[in-house]
């Protein structure tokens, strides 16, 4: 009795039209999928710094700057002066010193930066004072000895490290220092304009990240994903957005992404995002993202403690979107396809059983023996409709896909792995420059023996131990024509961070974003 009702819910819900289903499986009180963001402090630039504020000074070593712009008199800075020689605060990178009951100021923090200090160097310092700064409730001027470049990458630091999420708090909620911060300068228009054209939008792009995967699954979830992104990046010049609903999938024969979302009453979704900069070439490049907005592990349930984690199984495609968003609304010279392959993982009497074979787009069959390797199979027709629809020059796809590369790298690194040389070294080197760093990872030809099936084209996981995460990419692979330059990142241990660094506060990371951005623009 129990099994009929089960599908019988299952069929009422896939005949029901999407804003019904939505409707009927967010209930009431459920917080909106476009609940506001936790409040920040506006970012500004200027001369001279404000009266009554916290005061910021970025160092390169142990000699205090000129800090044109700031009221700082000859006692003050003999104090200040007084105060490093005591502390022996050199300077270096992610150092600190706070000082307060000097002159006019509550409090002035010194951050260092490092001697010649890098874009990522400086953007980390503005990191740290946000952080350090996060219980202070007044207003913030910041200067050092930087021009009007600089200053944008200490300001776009900061953007990332006051980061929160919060807006779900009713009680002993701390309250946000809503008091703005203002770099001081002596051209802040140019610095305002560095700001605004290339890292503010990046900021963005990786807050979007964050925000959808720090979400419960209750607000974000295949539907509300895409019109989180929608809203987000509409009216953005150059923008073109595709969505494919189940029924549309099913007619195009993608079965893998559908069958993934079986066990859910929320319906899969395959959104594509093309953003296309003046000037750019004819042939995009694609970044695919795994979007499992909740993995249960389907029948092949996980254990429940961590569980609740898995709402960040979408990280892939959260950081796509945001790597899209950041090149868009930056207006990038550059032509990209951000794809999220959206799917719910669940439990039901119409999920699909280990043993069941699915078919892709492209006919290509699967033996599903695990219903917790589910990210691999939502690529997989996502990464043959995005090379047959958009004809890509390279695909990148990101995920969180495995536990075993999380045993092999911990949350130092991402795992790369790559059939194209050219492409893992960019790859890398754009790791380097955005901070989000990689590790590369073999694709040995023997891995295929081990994921060959019996009955289908290919197994979605092996049996027995063995490397896991090169199994789960040659895996995803296998959907990747040999002539197409491929890439894959397998994020699981680098999405989300039980404690805060400069540029990354406690929760989830939206990694991947910085490199993305920084890949579409080294060509």
Not at 21 to 48: D, L
Not at 58 to 67: C, I, N, Q, R
Not at 296 to 301: E, F, M, R, V
């Amino acid at each position: 009795m129990r099994m009929k009702s089960l599908l019988l819910s299952a069929c009422l819900s896939l005949a029901l039209a999407p804003a019904a289903m939505a409707q009927s499986v967010t209930g009431s009180g459920v917080v909106p999928a476009t609940a506001a963001n936790s409040a920040e402090r506006a970012i500004g630039f200027a001369a001279n710094a404000p009266a009554g504020v916290a005061l910021v000074v970025v160092m390169t070593d142990a000699t205090l700057p000129p800090l044109d712009g700031v009221a700082l008199g000859a006692a003050e800075r003999t104090a200040v002066t007084a105060a490093i020689a005591a502390a022996s605060f050199d300077g270096k990178g992610g150092t600190t010193l706070s000082l307060r009951g000097i002159g006019t100021y509550p409090r002035i923090l010194l951050v260092g930066a490092g001697a010649t200090p890098s874009s990522l160097a400086l953007a980390e310092a503005g990191g740290k004072a946000a952080q350090e700064l996060k219980s202070e409730v007044q207003p913030v001027a910041i200067a050092g000895a930087f021009g009007d470049v600089s200053a944008a990458d200490v300001a776009y630091g900061f953007a990332l490290g006051q980061y929160r999420f919060d807006r779900y708090k009713t009680v002993d909620k701390k309250a946000p220092p809503t008091g703005a911060v203002t770099f001081v300068g002596a051209n802040p228009s140019g610095a305002e304009a560095a700001f605004t054209g290339r890292w503010k939008p990046l900021a963005e792009g990786v807050r979007l990240s964050r925000d959808l995967a720090n979400e419960p699954a209750n607000v974000i979830y295949p539907e509300s994903f895409v019109a989180r992104v929608r809203e987000t990046l509409a009216g953005t010049p150059g923008v073109s957005i595709e969505v494919l609903d189940e029924a549309a999938m099913r007619r195009l024969g993608m079965g893998t992404l559908v069958g993934v979302g079986q066990g859910s009453p929320r319906g899969s979704r395959l959104l594509l995002i093309r953003y296309r900069g003046a000037g750019s070439s004819d042939a995009p490049m694609a970044f695919v993202g795994k979007g499992i907005t909740f993995d249960s592990g389907g029948l092949s349930l996980k254990p429940g403690a961590g569980m609740g984690n898995m709402k960040g199984d979408m990280s892939g495609a959260a950081s796509v979107m945001g790597a899209v968003v950041s090149l868009a609304k930056s207006r990038a010279p550059v032509h990209v396809v951000g794809v999220a392959a959206l799917a719910e993982n669940m439990p039901d009497g119409n999920a699909q059983r280990p043993g069941d074979v699915t078919r892709t787009m492209s006919g290509k069959t699967i033996e599903m023996v695990n219903a917790d390797a589910e990210g691999r199979l939502v690529l997989a027709d996502a990464n043959e409709y995005v090379a047959k629809a958009y004809r890509p020059k390279a695909i990148v796809n990101i995920a969180t896909l495995t536990g075993a590369v999380v045993g092999a790298l911990d949350n130092s690194y991402a795992g790369l792995f790559a059939r194209d040389e050219a492409l893992a070294a960019r790859l890398i080197a754009a790791g380097t420059t955005s901070g989000e760093e990689l590790w590369r990872l073999p694709l040995h030809k023997d891995y295929a023996e081990r994921m060959k099936s019996d009955i289908a084209d290919i197994r979605n996981s092996a049996t027995g131990q063995g490397p896991g995460a090169s199994l789960g990419a040659h895996f995803i692979g296998f959907f990747v024509d040999e002539a197409t330059p491929w890439a894959h990142l397998d994020i699981a241990g680098v999405n989300r961070s039980e404690k805060a660094t400069s540029l990354v506060p406690k929760g989830m990371t939206g990694f991947g974003v910085r490199l993305l951005d920084q890949l579409a623009r080294s060509e």
